[in-house]
Each structure stands twice: as C-alpha cells, then as structure tokens.
C-alpha cells in the first residue's frame, strides 16, 4: 500500500504525457491530517534542481500538506524560468487541493521531479496532469503513484512497517545513479503516529545515514535527490523517537535495498564491509573507494575475485592502517592476509548475484558497509544509449 | 629509437615466458654514463608493489646505472617473499651487468613491475630472462625494450625529443587505468645530456605534474606506476634547467598522450578544460570530478553531449563557483550558459574521436586541462574478462 498504508494519507498517479512511452508520469501524495509535520534530506549537489530549491523552502518550517512529482524532466539546470515552473506547480496543485475542500497555499506543497537535466518540463501537459491526480486522489492510491515516478526502474518500490497501531509507509524511484550522499533518487515516506516536527527531522537525518547515504552504486550524485517524509498524526499514538526512529530506519532501508538490486545494468548486489577501522568514518571512505573503483566492479562483473584491485583502491585513501596488516576475504574466503597472499582464489565463488567483500583493517573496533554494485556492459550501454 | 636514442644508453627486450602468450616481457635498460644521475616519481598508492619499495631505495641518492622492468607479473601485495625477489632481481642483474664489463651493485639497479596483482613472479624465468636481456643489450634496443613492457597495450609508447646537440628519450606502458597521481604506468625517460641528481628530480616533478598526473582514465591509482629518468652526461652539452624541463615535459606529454589514445577499449579522448578558476587545484578538482563520472563518460560514449552530467559532476566538488554562472561549452558550443539551458546540444558533433569540454567557472583566472576517455563497452569487457 505503500504510501497509502499509514492512516490520513491519499495519492494517485497518473499519465499526463511528460514521458513518450504514455506510461504514468504525475504523482501527488496528501496528508489530510490532523498533524502536518514534516521534513526532509535533500541532494548536496551544488546545482540543486528547481524543485529541491522550492522543496527547501516548502520544509523550511517543519511542515508539508502534499507533494507533487513528476518523471519524464527533471527541471535541473533551467535558471529561474524552471524554478517559476515549479512554483507554478506547487500553487497549481494548492488550488486544485483547495478547491477539493483542502485549505492550503502553494507553500504548503513540496515538488520532487527526475528526469533529463537542462531541459524546461512542458507546463501544460504538467499542470492538467497534476489536475488529473488530485482527483483521482484515493487512499489506496500508493501504488499508483509508485508506479508514476518510475524512470528507468523495472520496478516500483515500495514499503510498509506495520507497528503497534501505527505505521510507516513509502515509495521510491531510482535504479543506478546511487551515490554518495544520496542517490538519483526521489523518496516518499508517510506515518500515521504523531511525530513533532523536530524529531521527525532527527530522525529522518538518521534512517538515511544508514540507508540511502551508504547505497553506493556508481559514485554519481544527482542534482534532485529528495527524501521527504510526512506524519499525519493520524492513528492518535506518540511513539518514542527510538521507536519511530527504528521503523523509519527500516522503511528507509526496505527501499535503499531495493534500488540497489534494481540499479541499472546491474548483474552482482555487492556488500563491503570494513571491519576493525579506527573509526566509522574510516571504514566508510574505504568501503566507498571500493564501492567507486571502475576495475574491481568489472572484475566482479566478470566473477573474479580480484583482491588486489581492493587493495589498490583503499590504498588510494587516508583511513589508518598498516600495509602488512590488512585483511580482504571474499565471499567467506580470505584471499589477502597480511596485506598479501592469503588462500587460493579459486575458491571463492562469485556465480551467485550476492557478494561479500570484507576488509579487516586492524587498526580499531569500528566497523561499516557500503552496498554497491558491478560495473556491467548493460550499464555502460543503458547509460549511453539514454539521456536521463 | 626511444630510450637509446640519447648517447650512452643501450636496451633490451626478450622474451622469458612470463606471459603465456611468449611475447617479449622483461627489459633492461643500461645508463653507461659517463653520469648516473637519476630520478623517479612513484605511485602513492598505500599498497606499494615491491619493485616500488626496491626502486626507491636505489633511487634515494639521486643514482642508477640501469633498470629491469617485467610485464607478466605486477609483484604487488606479495609480502616480504615478494620483496626478496625484487632484490633477487636486481642482484642478478648486476651480476650480469658486472659479467658484461660493467661495475655496479644491486643497489645501482631499479626494477620495476607490471601485471596481475597478488602473484609471486617465476624467478627461474625472470632470472633467465634477465641473463638473455643483458646479452641482447644493443644502442638500438630502445625498441625492443618498449615491446616488452607492454600488457593490453594495443602499441609500444616511445618518444624522442631533439635538442641542440642532446636529447631526451622515453618509453611508456599502460592502457587503462590512467589515474588521480600517475597511471598503472611504467615510464623511462632517457636523457645525454648533463644534469645534477637534484635539477633532474625537480624536472620530473614538473615534467609529471602537467602530463601524467593530468591523465584520468578510469580513476584507478595503481600499486606500481613509475617514473625514472636516467642522464648519462654523454652528450658533454649541460642545458639549464628550464632547457631541460622543457624537454623533459614535452618527452612526458608526448607519452602521456599516447597513453591516453590506447587507453582500454575507449572510444573518445576528452580534454577536459577547466577555466577562470579561483587556483589551479579547484580547477584540477572540477575537472577530474568530470573524469571520474562514470554517467558524463557513458553519455559520451553514446555521444551524447549531456552537460547536465558535467555540471553534476562538478557539483559534487568544493570549487569555487556559483551555481548560475558557469558555463559549458562542448566541441564549440555553449550548451550550457550562467548553469541554464544555452544554445540547442543538438549543435554538437560527437562523431569524431576527440571531445573538448570547457567550464567555465567565473571564480578567477587559473585553469588546467584533465585528459580522460569514455566508458565504452569494450572498456567493461577487457577488465572484466581478464585479471590484470
């Protein structure tokens, strides 16, 4: 049910013609309340896209009624006739709420969208699709609007965590492009508890910096990135902050799982796993050089078990370790020891889609994963064949 | 003529049966002065391959009189054996050397490796093949040796840059993993004229930091990449400084250069340049930021010219520029202006092998340019299908 499944949320999807292919391209989920707090974690690029730049604004007080998305463009790289476009949106999308007996303005109404960069969204067909939707708003809507932010996904993503009396919904769209801080990824999270506004924020900080942000597939960072989640207040119950905080994290990392095994081209769901780091920090720029080294993600594409090309790619970072001492096993098999030769590769075994690469750095008691996946010839030819 | 081209110097290239293809893979190239000054640049890698460890020892009191390079064998991540071997090497290549009339210790010999990492190599046959190369040394095997430092690449890199009386010679391997510092590369510059240990490690320096340093392919550091100049002094002619370096520079690009046109299964050589930056490290960092994008190099591979990609890419760095100033210009044409939409990208021809891409970030007035390829299929293929 997806964003639908908490109590006080509707939302529909629908085709208005942004994408050739006819498929659904519009979405808009809405929060009917009683509560309307809400927040959210926006891409780091410095070439923010429209609407992160109008969302920001929309967010800058803790609370949201709706938000818009859209496929099919993604008003990034369009100067200040992309960012009327997306006002435009938003306040088209407050009065057609308004006029469905919803009291809100255009500052009430978050815009996500994805798609092509530097090319301005085709307003009309936008704005009668976003009419469109608000009135085929629907409270088993969820999946329809999954369906409608999909780019190149082969399928929608979507989750539920069901908890005592309330929940946490959500959908997301992204398939490669996951990056380091956030990915090409647009993300809508709902609850029905009743959430404050500042430890809705806390919290969301914290499910995506163990989710989202250590999703790692090709070391690219989009210019729309945008996680937003949305608490009704509907279903009465205040959990604790941990307790939202757990179910938030699960539902952030059902879906950061999903894009990973459906990111584009993609043949092998690596985890790397850096143990023994004198610090998170360290364990995650190592596990990221992995993550982002173009030789060992072909090597794995290619079922080789190449080990030094790991230890090259942590060799090009600053985490603290000594050369001889450095540890990789693969799929259970420790090929390197010693920053050496370790057991024989040939046993280790790399046909199935999962792999394991963890690294040992003895040099502390912390420890990280990084998810990424291989570099395959389906990704080269997906990421060259079509402008996204 | 490539590293015999200077008077003084004389090569060898044979083949010892590293490779089991039973192409040429160990050379030797001797300095026979009446100078040994010499000088290297070496990877940065935290995982130094033995030969790397070896060399920068004979190289610490700015001297060698020759040096034993082998394809077929990377001799990295190999532990203290792997170490004794480099040693071994270099022992027996003295001896030889002694044998064949000429003076000198190990401790007078570099080595260096190339091939896959994480394998001892076969002494026997390295040993032998030393033995049959010191035999085989000639004033004309410049070429020979150039053969047999080769792995994928396609062609022998060798360069010969005239000067009034004196010259620099080079030879270069490595296709692919061209990289942040230096490349998975293995260079010998060759020069007759005469210079001090100390101007000739200041020129390398140079020399490496507009050439080799400044080629990106895939974003991979390797563990053995080397860099070693030797000056026989035969010649009797002393350049100054800047005479030298000029030419040592022009040596290096010429090799750099043709590493890049070789680079693994690319398709497109990219000179990605950098303009009106607040120094020349932010526009270093923006334009590699460019060069690691697996996206911006895909698209180019399809010749699409998505400069939504190049502004995304820099996005990600901490350069100095504001996000509506910059300004994109691919092959000639301003796709991008003040980071907005600028003349139609349907005006760009990606047909031909070389792309220019000027950024223009409005921050200052250094610049830089960062070579790089795209991301071909074949790229994928070659590093997936073998070991290297």
């Known amino acids: 049910m997806s964003t639908t499944a908490p109590k006080g949320f509707s939302a529909a999807g629908v085709a ?26 926006f891409t780091t690029n410095r070439f923010p896209a429209a609407p992160v730049l109008w969302s920001r604004q929309v967010l800058d007080d803790g609370r949201a009624r709706a938000v818009v998305l859209n496929s099919g463009g993604a008003n990034a790289c369009t100067g200040p006739e992309g960012f009327a476009d997306t006002h435009a949106t938003a306040e088209h999308a407050a009065t057609q709420l308004g006029q469905a007996g919803r009291e809100l303005g255009a500052i009430d109404v978050a815009v996500a969208s994805t798609g092509l960069i530097g090319m301005r969204l085709p307003m009309e067909k936008l704005t009668a699709g976003v009419t469109d939707a608000v009135k085929a708003l629907s409270e088993d809507g969820g999946p329809d609007a999954a369906r409608a932010i999909m780019t190149t996904d082969s399928v929608p993503k979507t989750t539920v965590q069901e908890r005592e009396g309330w929940s946490v919904g959500g959908m ?57 989640v949305m608490a009704s207040g509907a279903s009465g119950i205040t959990p604790s902050a941990e307790e939202f905080t757990e179910a938030l994290t699960a539902a952030a990392t059902d879906l950061a799982m999903q894009l990973l095994a459906d990111a584009e081209g993609s043949t092998k769901d690596i985890a790397i796993t850096v143990r023994n780091a004198a610090g998170v920090a360290d364990a995650l720029t190592a596990g990221r050089a992995c993550a982002r080294n ?39 098999v420790t090929v390197c020891r010693g920053g050496a030769i370790g057991d024989p590769r040939e046993g280790v075994d790399l046909t199935g889609r ?33 402008s996204t």
Request: hydrophobic letters at 45%.
């Open 172 to 228: 997301a769209k992204g398939a490669g492009m996951l990056a380091p801080s956030l990915a090409t990824m647009l993300v809508v999270l709902t609850t029905d508890a009743v959430v404050d506004p500042a430890v809705l924020s806390t919290a969301l900080k914290q499910a995506t910096s163990v989710s989202f942000e250590r999703v790692d597939s090709d070391g690219c960072l989009s210019t729309n990135d945008t996680v937003l």
């Open 354 to 386: 999962a792999i394991t690469i963890d690294v040992d750095l003895k040099a502390g008691t912390d420890e990280a994963t990084i998810w990424t996946n291989d570099l395959s010839i389906t990704y080269v030819h997906e990421n060259s064949a079509y």
């Open 16 to 41: 208005a013609g942004l994408k050739s292919s006819g498929d659904p391209d519009v979405a808009v989920v809405v929060n009917h309340g009683p509560d309307d707090a809400a927040a959210a974690v």
């Open 294 to 332: 173009n030789l060992l993600k072909t090597a794995l594409f290619g079922n080789d078990p190449n080990w030094g090309r790991v230890l090259a790619a942590i060799g090009t970072t600053d985490a603290a370790f000594e050369a001889d001492q450095v540890d990789v096993t693969i799929n259970g």
